[in-house]
C-alpha cells in the first residue's frame, strides 16, 4: 500500500519559516515525480511545487524565491522549505505522488496523496 504522511505544519508569523516533511513508503520512490499542493478554504487547489527522478524541481510563481523541494531518497522523504512565509500561504498543504516519466503541478495526474498538514501564518 502507498502511504504519504505529512508533518511540519503548524502557526507562524508573517516572514517566519516551516519545513514540511513528506514520508513515503510502500513504492519505489525516487522514480516517481513527487509534488507539494496546498488548499485554502473557499479556493481551488493549487500546485506549489514539484520535484522529478531526477532532482529537477518546478514552482508556482506564488512560491517562486520563497519555497524549496527537495527529498532524500535514502530516506524516503520530501520536503518543502517555506520561507518569507505570508498569510496568504494559510492553506491545507498536501504531498502527493505523480507520475514516472515527466513531471507537472497539474493535481488531477496525481493519484496518491496525503492526509494534508495545516499551515496558518499569522499577520
Known amino acids: 500500500q502507498v502511504h504519504l504522511v505529512e508533518s511540519g505544519g503548524g502557526s507562524v508569523q508573517a516572514g517566519g519559516s516551516l519545513r514540511l516533511s513528506c514520508a513515503a513508503s510502500?513504492?519505489?520512490?525516487?522514480?516517481?515525480?513527487m509534488g507539494w499542493f496546498r488548499q485554502a478554504p473557499g479556493k481551488e487547489r493549487e500546485g506549489v511545487a514539484a520535484?522529478?527522478?531526477?532532482?529537477?524541481?518546478i514552482s508556482a510563481d506564488s512560491v517562486k524565491g520563497r519555497f524549496t523541494i527537495s527529498k532524500d531518497n535514502a530516506k524516503n522523504t520530501l520536503y518543502l522549505q517555506m520561507n518569507s512565509l505570508k498569510p496568504e500561504d494559510t492553506a491545507m498543504y498536501y504531498c502527493?505522488?505523480?507520475?514516472?516519466?515527466?513531471?507537472?503541478?497539474?493535481?488531477?495526474?496525481?493519484?496518491?496523496w496525503g492526509q494534508g498538514t495545516q499551515v496558518t501564518v499569522s499577520s
Open positions: 520535484i522529478d527522478s531526477d532532482g529537477r524541481t
Open positions: 510502500g513504492y519505489t520512490y525516487s522514480t516517481y515525480c
Open positions: 502527493a505522488r505523480g507520475p514516472v516519466h515527466y513531471c507537472t503541478l497539474v493535481s488531477a495526474l496525481f493519484g496518491y
